[in-house]
Antibody, heavy 117, light 106 residues
Framework: EVQLVESGGGLVQSGGSLRLSCAAS????????MSWVRQAPGKGLEWVSY????????HYADSVKGRFTISRDNAKNSLYLQMNSLRAEDTAVYYC??????????WGQGTLVTVSS | DIQMTQSPSSLSASVGDRVTITCRTS??????LNWYQQKPGKAPDLLIY???NLQSGVPSRFSGSGSGTDFTLTISSLQPEDFATYYC????????FGGGTKVEIK
């Protein structure tokens, strides 16, 4: 069974850092592109970052560029999001999602990041 | 960047109603358009991919159509479990989402 399990969320002060992890199982992780998608309380879905299967291609939303870093460890079947210089507007549930032919076919349960000002 | 506009942002409907949600993109994306359903407190679920292809396990009352810049998600007969928020997402370039359409009970 395909599973994506996020961890690492929590409460952090404005300007602080957090590292999110996503543990993948039930599929060949190294064959899939992955993304982070977030959802602020009561708001819609916002794409945050994308990484290709090998890690060689990476994209970021303008709202996080220069502050967030996506990475993956295919040997550990894990996806990461290092978040620095956090702002109140980064408060959201963060989902990792598997990308398949351009659509998100599997999602984790999400991890909540709260940035206090 | 490709801009995506969903309409309406919310709607009220009754069980059994036919519901149509539209998604318009700022440039042509062929059929690189996908639809998701999200219920409160849950991750989104894929409904339709490549504009008109039903994801495995999704009821046939859901359908998608369109190409270019105009797309439609249709629920032929709304069921109680369909009250949720629906999002379109383009896969022509960076995988971004529309603003969402909340379907509420009338």
């Amino acid at each position: 069974e395909v599973q994506l399990v996020e961890s690492g969320g929590g409460l952090v002060q404005s300007g602080g850092s957090l590292r999110l992890s996503c543990a993948a199982s039930g599929f060949i992780f190294s064959s899939y592109e992955m993304s982070w998608v977030r959802q602020a309380p009561g708001k819609g879905l916002e794409w945050v970052s994308y990484i290709s299967s090998s890690g060689s291609t990476i994209h970021y939303a303008d709202s996080v560029k220069g502050r967030f870093t996506i990475s993956r460890d295919n040997a550990k079947n894990s996806l990461y999001l290092q978040m620095n210089s956090l702002r109140a507007e980064d408060t959201a549930v963060y989902y990792c999602a598997r990308v398949y032919f351009g659509y998100y076919d599997r999602w984790g349960q999400g991890t909540l990041v709260t940035v206090s000002s | 960047d490709i801009q995506m506009t969903q309409s309406p942002s919310s709607l009220s409907a009754s069980v059994g109603d036919r519901v149509t949600i539209t998604c318009r993109t700022s440039q042509s994306i062929s059929t690189y358009l996908n639809w998701y359903q999200q219920k409160p407190g849950k991750a989104p679920d894929l409904l339709i991919y490549a504009a008109s292809n039903l994801q495995s396990g999704v009821p046939s009352r859901f359908s998608g159509s369109g190409s270019g810049t105009d797309f439609t998600l249709t629920i032929s007969s709304l069921q109680p479990e369909d009250f949720a928020t629906y999002y379109c997402q383009q896969s022509y370039s960076i995988l971004t989402f529309g603003g969402g359409t909340k379907v509420e009970i009338k």
